[in-house]
């Protein structure tokens, strides 16, 4: 690994020429003197595998640096960045590139919460690396401050925005009213979609990304599906404008948490709302924020762009040169596999507040009833807002109910819906979504 020049040199094998790999390939190539300055190597982009060499990109570079064959591509690689997304072929290219001595850099979130442990063992094994910054909140550093700066602290809770589809959809339906289908068609227009973008506003992406998390934050494994999720495609107009008049805004949250009693872990994703003033209800477009609690530090919050080919390559750049300085250096590569076990538990263990809006009939005494049933089930009302209905008549005289609670479990939370769903004077109950933040 010596030029002519006696710099050393590392290759490095691009798999997928997209949003991400292009502006990988631009920075390794446009800025290769000035990385060589900063690590003292040279950094070859060797070739990049893609499905059409002929198809044009964002950025592009000559034509020989494009390939169909995989094999040719990862042939002698120091360093192989796979950025084609989704599992197969990526599991299996990984998996090879591992078997070939090479160290890898991936993004994929999907990839490493449904086979993440699979591919830290085989690295593990092999004596590589296996970096993934680019996989949680984009260009933000997240894993790393939670795998070093925070390893002496013990991490109690990560609540944060994780995707930028749809913290850019939700923004622009809240600010300027824009529809669910045009945001979306706009975010995928600037490179923030996965290729699918149902995985972003089902929040499966989210999802994918709260487990890598937990995994880091709490030393044991997890996976996608042992995520509680809800994407943002349900959420209504009703449910925006009851959370604006009672001074909130929607977000779609990812919360890990660690509890005492029953001792485990929550995994959820789901639209939350948060007070106007709350930290993260300022994160717009596709920027994420994720925030930390942990026993000896308090509050963290890290923020940053979330999503976009440039800012996400920042953040594959800074796995490859970590790489590059290690395999100079020499030592160890770093490994992943979890250290214990922590049981996931169901999201009825879970507490947090809540909104539930409910129609209900325009007459005394209504109110009493409904708030009732709340203190049977031990859920504690923190306010109540009647708005007019415009589905009321002369003939059925109805008012919407929008309560907002204190901390209860989902467990209880089930248990009072069903019985305000039973009470007569309840026509429906409309909308309920958790409330977080003081
Ligand atoms: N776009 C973003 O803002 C971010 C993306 N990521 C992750 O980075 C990875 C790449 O994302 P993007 O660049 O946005 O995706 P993309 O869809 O723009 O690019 C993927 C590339 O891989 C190629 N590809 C797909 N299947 C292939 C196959 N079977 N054989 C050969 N080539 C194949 C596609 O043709 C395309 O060039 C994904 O894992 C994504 O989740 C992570 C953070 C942010
Ligand atoms: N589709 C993802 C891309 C980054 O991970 C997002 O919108 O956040
Ligand atoms: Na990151």
Do not use: W
Request: hydrophobic letters at 40%.
């Amino acid at each position: 690994m010596t030029t002519a020049s006696d710099t050393p040199a590392l290759n490095i094998a691009l798999l997928g020429g997209g949003t991400v790999g292009s502006q990988v390939a631009r920075i390794l190539t446009e800025d290769a003197a000035s990385l060589t300055g900063r690590i003292g190597a040279e950094l070859n982009l060797t070739g990049i595998f893609v499905r059409n060499p002929q198809a044009t990109r964002d950025f592009q570079l000559p034509s020989e640096y494009y390939s169909d064959d995989v094999d040719e591509v990862m042939d002698g690689a120091d360093i192989v960045v796979e950025l084609i997304g989704g599992i197969e072929p990526a599991r299996e290219l990984i998996l090879k590139a591992i078997s070939q001595g090479a160290n890898v850099v991936t993004g994929n979130k999907e990839l490493l919460a449904t086979h993440g442990n699979e591919l830290y063992e085989a690295a593990a094994q092999a004596g590589v690396q296996l970096s993934f910054e680019a996989s949680v909140a984009g260009a933000i550093p997240i894993l790393r401050p939670l795998r070093d700066s925070l390893s002496g602290d013990k991490i109690t809770r990560i609540m944060g925005i994780v995707n930028g589809t749809t913290n850019y959809i939700l923004d622009q339906m809240d600010s300027t009213g824009a529809s669910f289908n045009d945001a979306l068609a706009e975010a995928q227009r600037l490179g923030y979609a996965e290729a699918d973008p149902a995985a972003d506003v089902e929040g499966q992406d989210a999802a994918a990304k709260v487990a890598i998390l937990a995994h880091l934050a709490f030393h044991a494994p997890f996976t996608l599906d042992q995520v509680y999720t809800e994407g943002i495609t349900d959420v209504s107009d009703l449910d925006h404008k009851s959370a604006a008049e009672a001074g909130y805004i929607i977000k779609l949250l990812a919360i890990a948490e660690q509890l005492e009693d029953p001792e485990g872990v929550v995994l959820r994703v789901h639209p939350t709302l948060l007070p106007r003033e709350h930290p993260l209800a300022s994160v717009r477009g596709a920027y994420n924020a994720v925030f930390v609690e942990a026993e000896n530090v308090d509050e963290l919050m890290f923020y940053g762009p979330g999503a976009g080919g440039s800012a996400t390559a920042s953040a594959v750049m800074g796995d490859v040169m970590s790489i590059a300085k290690r395999r100079l250096r020499g030592g160890p590569g770093r490994t992943h596999t979890a250290r214990r076990e922590l049981e996931c538990l169901d999201i009825g263990e879970s507490t947090t507040r809540y909104m539930v809006v409910v129609r209900a009939a325009d007459a005394s005494g209504v109110l009493a009833k409904v708030a009732g049933t709340f203190a049977d089930h031990g859920v504690s009302i923190k306010s109540m807002n009647q708005t007019p209905d415009e589905a009321s008549s002369d003939d059925e005289k109805t008012a919407l109910l929008a309560f907002i609670t204190h901390r209860a479990k989902e467990s209880q939370l089930a248990q009072t819906l069903e019985a305000t769903k039973g009470l007569d004077v309840v026509n429906e109950v409309l909308s309920v979504m958790r409330v977080e933040g003081k």
